[in-house]
C-alpha cells in the first residue's frame, strides 16, 4: 500500500493534498527567492523583469493559498500545484535574464520547466493529480528546481522565504486558480 491510500485501496484525499501542498508551497517558496534575487540583483535595464518575476511570486502565492481554502480535491489541489510551477518558472526566467546563460542558470531554468511540465502533468486528465507515479516525478522535479536554483545562487539554502504581497483576490482569481 502506497502513502496515497488507505486500507481499502481508494485514494486518500488527505494525503494527497499534503502532497500537492508541499509541491505549491515549494514552488511558491521559489518563485518568492527569486523575485528578491532579480530585484536584489537586476539593474534598471531589468525593470521588465523585476515585474515579472514579482507577478509570478504573487501568482504563485495566490495559488498556494488557494489550495488551503477548500475541502480536499486532488484534481483542484494539483492544479493549484501546477500553477505555483508554472509561476516559479516564469520568475526563474525572469532570474535567468538578469544571472546570463552561465551554465548554473541555464540549469536551473531547465529545471524550472521540468517541474513546471511535471506538475502539470500530474494534473492533466485523466489523472487529474490522483497518479501516485506522476506525482512523485512531479514531487522529483519541484527538487531538483530548488536544488539547480540554489546551485545558481538564487536561492539561498535555509534562507528565510521572503514575503510576498499577494494583492487583493477575487472570486474571478480562485475559480481561475481552481480551473
Known sequence: MN???NREGQTDAAA???SHAARAESAAARAAALSRYVEQHGSDQHADAKFRAAHAARIAAQAFAVLGEGAPA?????????????SAAQASQA????HGDAEPSSRAFQAAL???QA????ASAPHLGTDVDLNTEADAAERAAVSAAESAGWVQPGEEVPAVEMGI??????SMMHF
Open 95 to 98: 532570474a535567468q535574464l538578469v
Open 169 to 174: 483576490r477575487s472570486t474571478e482569481v480562485h
Open 16 to 18: 494527497l493534498r499534503k
Open 74 to 86: 486532488a484534481a483542484a489541489d494539483s492544479r493549484c500545484a501546477r500553477n505555483a510551477a508554472a
Open 3 to 5: 502513502e496515497y491510500s
Open 114 to 116: 521540468k517541474a513546471s
Open 119 to 122: 506538475a502539470a502533468t500530474a
